[in-house]
């Protein structure tokens, strides 16, 4: 269960290739590993290129890990442009999850398409400044 992370600084966003075995606990502990460098660097737009080996994890899996990574992260990213060619249909439903939690997300299946989203969104979305608000609420 190991990975890598790799990182490179862009113009207006980090770029993270994460290489390594598929498993739930590597994709929430890289997740952590690409928000520390986010605050590193002060920057809170990302791609991701996930390249991890091993089967794609399932429906529930897949729930689970954009449920609790979302939690975690709200209200820290302002963009985030996912690339995994291999998660076909899954993709959308992790989307789906996320994007529901608050996290400003987009799934794609190649690097360009995702360049191409993260060089016209913009910070945050509707459903992050509700979440946010949300927790702020909660928190009173």
Excluded: H
Aim: glycine content about 6%; overall charge negative.
């Amino acid at each position: 269960m190991s990975y890598q992370v790799t990182f490179e600084t862009c113009t207006n966003f980090v770029s993270a290739t994460v290489t390594g075995t598929n498993s739930r606990s590597v994709v929430l502990r890289y997740m952590t590993d690409i928000l520390t460098e986010c605050t590193r660097q002060e920057c809170f737009r990302v791609l991701i290129e996930e390249r991890l080996d091993g089967p794609r994890l399932g429906a529930m899996e897949v729930f689970a890990v954009a449920s609790e990574g979302s939690m975690k992260a709200l209200g820290q990213f302002e963009a985030i442009a996912y690339v995994d060619e291999k998660m076909g249909d899954m993709a959308d439903f992790a989307e789906t999850v996320a994007v529901n939690r608050g996290m400003p997300v987009a799934f794609f299946n190649d690097v360009e398409s995702a360049r191409e989203w993260l060089s016209r969104q913009k910070s945050g979305s509707a459903e992050q400044d509700i979440f946010l608000e949300q927790d702020k609420s909660d928190r009173a």
